[in-house]
């Protein structure tokens, strides 16, 4: 085939960035905007030995399943790349994507998807994200713009409204819009290098209903800042203003510095009954009410009983480890990022809770540094990794280290699914799966795995 040539084809399945996966004899074809039971008229645009990509060109039947984007820029944006698809059919491609890993990656024979416990979903699968990054840059018009960059460019599609975000973002982003024009304040330009104005941070606290704009600069200073703070308090709930220096050619969004403009540089917010303060640079998942029903999968894996020594490791600013020690005897969390550490500590003393202590570094070197030299002794450990999940050394030590539970959290199932055959190398076994939509519109899921140890 030829490359523009036209072909129909079915969509069968569908890959792991949510490109429609069809087969013309036996050739395979990803193709984007697609979902699984389209038959679609696609046009080919690169080719491999055994696959392809194709274009979309027509829907000739459409799944029972596809929707019509309530987004008007969901194509082009790329975020949403499940948005096309019916509520419930995202959630069975998500559990059968769980299930899928977990036998060809995992290895766990004889594991069919009803050994699965029921994927948790959302009631309103919209306006869930307490957190967005807006970048900001000019159309042909020369007019300044804002939105999301297209999939794997720097080209912004102007959205203000993003219907997986908070109704405040599209006032918050016309004040920042004005506060420029009328200042004459350029936005960044990602080939030159030059302006001032990179991203905008706009985080909410659900619980507390309390904002934070932070600005990303690509400068030491923010001329006319507290004027634009004086536009943005007139927004309902605004308690931090800031802005963040990042200075650097990259595409690392946020620099290490921030300067406050207004308030405690911070805001608070609470899931289930724990506060936390969330600062600028803290890592806080994006969807609070299924973040509360995924730590409380994970505690319910757990099965504390009050008597047990947790290990938390990779724990961010202590979100998972202090809803694990209300029922814990002891906790102790592990994280690379130091101001991740500091939040974590501050976040311990703003509940009370005495029986959680924290340590700077990478899990695969601080578990085996204590271990070696104090036996720190573990019944249950809960690991919550990136995407890349557990370093092997990482693997290697809690193996030794013989907890009777493991509770894996997951925002990566093939990874998962590596890690969990390696640990049942090791004398583990998989006892329950659960899994949790925290991006409904998105391909990816979280899983909850509890791994026990055999004979136990």
């Known amino acids: ?270 899931i289930g009954t724990v506060r936390y303060q969330i600062s600028p640079l803290s890592f806080y998942q994006v969807n609070p009410v299924q973040t509360q029903r995924l730590y409380e999968t994970a505690l319910e894996f757990a099965a504390l009983t009050g008597k047990e020594n947790v290990w938390d490791l990779y724990c961010g600013i202590g979100t998972i480890s202090l809803f694990l020690a209300q029922k814990a005897k002891q906790v102790w969390g592990v994280e690379i990022v130091p101001q991740a550490i500091d939040d974590a500590r501050r976040n311990a003393e703003l509940n009370g809770i005495n029986n959680a202590e924290f340590f700077v570094g990478k899990a695969e070197e601080v578990l085996p540094a204590r271990y070696a030299s104090a036996g720190a002794a573990a019944d249950v450990i809960v690991v919550d990794p990136p995407r890349k999940g557990c370093d092997t050394v990482c693997l290697d030590t809690i193996a030794k280290m013989q907890p009777d539970r493991v509770v894996y959290v997951s925002c990566n199932s093939a990874t998962l699914a590596r890690d969990v055959k390696y640990l049942g190398e090791r004398g583990y076994e998989v006892k329950r799966v659960r899994g949790c939509d925290m991006f409904p519109g998105g391909v990816h899921v979280e899983t909850i795995v509890l791994l026990q140890k055999k004979n136990s």
Not at 228 to 241: D, K, N, Q
């Open 1 to 270: 085939m030829k490359k523009n040539e036209e072909f129909i084809v079915e969509i069968e399945d569908m890959s792991e960035d949510g490109a429609g996966i069809g087969k013309t004899e036996g050739y395979i074809w990803f193709i984007k905007d697609t979902v699984i039971g389209d038959v679609v008229k696609a046009s080919a645009m690169k080719m491999k030995k055994n696959y392809g990509f194709a274009r979309l060109a027509e829907v000739i039947t459409p799944s029972a399943c596809r929707v019509t984007p309530k987004c008007s820029t969901a194509r082009q944006c790329g975020g949403c790349q499940l948005q096309a698809m019916d509520y419930k059919a995202q959630l069975d491609f998500k559990q059968k994507k769980i299930w899928s890993d977990l036998v060809r990656i995992g290895g766990l024979k004889n594991f069919s998807l009803e050994d699965m416990e029921p994927i948790i979903g959302m009631e309103d699968p919209w306006r869930y994200r307490n957190k967005a990054q807006f970048p900001f840059g000019k159309d042909k018009n020369g007019r300044i713009i804002t939105g999301f960059y297209a999939g794997r460019t720097h080209s912004i599609i102007e959205q203000e409204d993003c219907l997986l975000g908070i109704a405040e973002n599209k006032e918050i982003l016309e004040i920042i819009k004005g506060f420029m024009k009328d200042y004459k304040i350029e936005p960044y330009d990602e080939t030159s290098h030059r302006g001032l104005v990179r991203h905008a941070l706009i985080r909410k606290g659900f619980a507390t209903g309390q904002i934070m704009v932070c600005l990303v600069i690509n400068g030491r200073n923010l001329p006319h800042g507290k004027t634009l703070a004086e536009r943005l308090l007139t927004v309902p709930g605004m308690t931090s203003i800031s802005y963040n220096i990042n200075t650097e050619k990259t595409n690392v969004i946020m620099g290490r510095e921030v300067v406050n403009l207004y308030g405690p540089g911070y805001i608070m917010d609470l």
